[in-house]
């Protein structure tokens, strides 16, 4: 193949992911992760993602050329998240990137975290169709993005306006005494028998007077809340809690916001697609009732495989592909990491 050789680094939050893409073919996939080191803190310590990348970027940087049987002289373009993210994190995947990018003297591509997470999806399913929306949950996003040309960035349409989508899944796995990080959990314990209905939680910015004004925007901070009160009553009434009804009662609730908004920002842009990513994407509810809610409204479904949608560096290198064969101009070497990024 003739298609150009892309090198990917992700350190924006505690994965440490580098990913190789030839056009839009994976390569390799290489990940260290600090997830261990965060859970006795019950979330992702800054300080200790930080030290943990850089312990990790030279082995992942290695372990992804070796899978992919390239060398990283082979490389035509290395790829970088820049922004959103934790600095401290950000800075070290920057730095790696642009001593690679100096040292093999090829271009540099600084690219948008949320972005990449849309791009990953070419790599499963080649081309993103002309204009769709994209739904990005996880840990540190909940966004609703309007995607015409990724290779021209994304349009933000609404986010959360307290905590991500994954971040209440771990608050609410917390609360019912499940681990960290708790989302796979949530989905297991309602798979195994959770009764969706046992409980009608809140869900979050969907009265007529809230639409007005967040009709894109997500809250799931007022769920975490009901679902703890409703359990910590049954404690204190010395009940047992039934986890695995809780678990699927809250799931239902962030799913049912998510799905309804999501299909209602498809029909607003008029885009018959709807994308999503990001590491609640592996939900196995999410995903059963988007593509009911959406063959509905006759919108087709694109969501990458589970191991596409948590962080890595697949995704950083499927962006920096798009830009390289859309011909874009790469950043300077100077680029900063720019932990509060515009979209
Ligand atoms: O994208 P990701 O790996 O990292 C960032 O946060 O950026 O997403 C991790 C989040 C965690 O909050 C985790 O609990 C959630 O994704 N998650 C899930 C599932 N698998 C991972 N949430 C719900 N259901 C799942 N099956
Ligand atoms: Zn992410």
Same mark, same amino acid.
């Given at each position: 193949e003739n298609e150009p050789l892309i090198l990917g680094i992700e350190t924006?939050?505690?994965?440490?992911?580098?990913?190789?893409?030839?056009?839009?073919?994976?390569?390799?996939?290489?990940?260290?992760?600090?997830?261990?080191?965060? %859970? *006795? @803190?019950?979330?992702?310590?800054?300080?200790?993602?930080? *030290?943990?990348h850089l312990e990790a970027m030279v082995p992942t940087i290695r372990r992804a050329c070796e899978t992919a049987g390239i060398k990283p002289t082979d490389v035509d373009a290395v790829a970088v998240t820049s922004g959103p993210g934790l600095a401290g994190a950000l800075l070290v995947g920057v730095a790696a990137a642009k001593g690679l990018a100096l040292s093999l003297e090829k271009p540099l591509?600084?690219?948008?975290?949320?972005?990449?997470?849309?791009?990953?999806?070419?790599?499963?399913?080649?081309?993103?169709p002309k204009g769709c929306v994209a739904m990005l949950?996880?840990?540190?996003?909940?966004?609703?993005?309007?995607?015409?040309?990724?290779?021209?960035?994304?349009?933000?349409?609404g986010s959360t306006i307290d905590d991500a989508a994954g971040e209440a899944f771990d608050k609410v796995a917390r609360?019912?005494?499940?681990? @960290?990080?708790?989302?796979?959990y949530i989905d297991k314990a309602a798979r195994d028998g959770g009764d969706r209905l046992y409980v009608k939680f809140p869900r979050g910015l969907t009265s007529q007077r809230d639409l007005e004004r967040h009709r894109f925007d997500f809250s799931f901070s007022g769920l975490?809340?009901?679902?703890? #009160?409703? !359990?910590?009553?049954? #404690? *204190?009434?010395?009940?047992?809690?039934? !986890?695995?009804?809780?678990?699927?009662? @809250?799931?239902?609730a962030v799913c049912d916001v998510l799905t309804r908004k999501a299909i209602d920002a498809?029909?607003? *842009?008029?885009?018959?697609?709807?994308?999503?990513?990001?590491?609640?994407?592996?939900?196995?509810?999410? #995903?059963?009732?988007?593509?009911? #809610?959406?063959?509905?409204?006759?919108? %087709?479904?694109r969501v990458p495989r589970p191991g596409l949608c948590t962080d890595n560096g697949a995704m950083v290198a499927a962006l920096g592909s798009e830009l390289v064969r859309a011909g874009k101009a790469p950043s300077p070497l100077d680029l900063p990491a720019d932990s509060s990024m515009p979209i």
């Open positions: 924006s939050c505690d994965e440490t992911g580098v990913g190789i893409v030839r056009g839009q073919t994976l390569l390799a996939d290489a990940i260290a992760s600090s997830v261990e080191e965060h %859970a *006795r @803190f019950g979330g992702v310590v800054p300080e200790v993602a930080s *030290r943990a591509y600084g690219v948008n975290h949320l972005a990449a997470h849309v791009a990953v999806d070419t790599l499963e399913h080649g081309d993103l949950v996880s840990g540190g996003h909940s966004s609703l993005l309007a995607v015409e040309d990724i290779t021209d960035g994304v349009l933000p349409m609360v019912l005494g499940l681990p @960290f990080p708790g989302g796979p975490k809340t009901a679902v703890a #009160r409703w !359990v910590e009553a049954k #404690r *204190r009434d010395g009940e047992d809690v039934p !986890v695995n009804h809780v678990a699927a009662a @809250f799931q239902e498809c029909k607003d *842009r008029g885009y018959e697609h709807l994308l999503i990513g990001g590491g609640v994407a592996a939900n196995s509810r999410l #995903r059963a009732m988007a593509e009911e #809610r959406c063959a509905e409204a006759g919108i %087709a479904v």
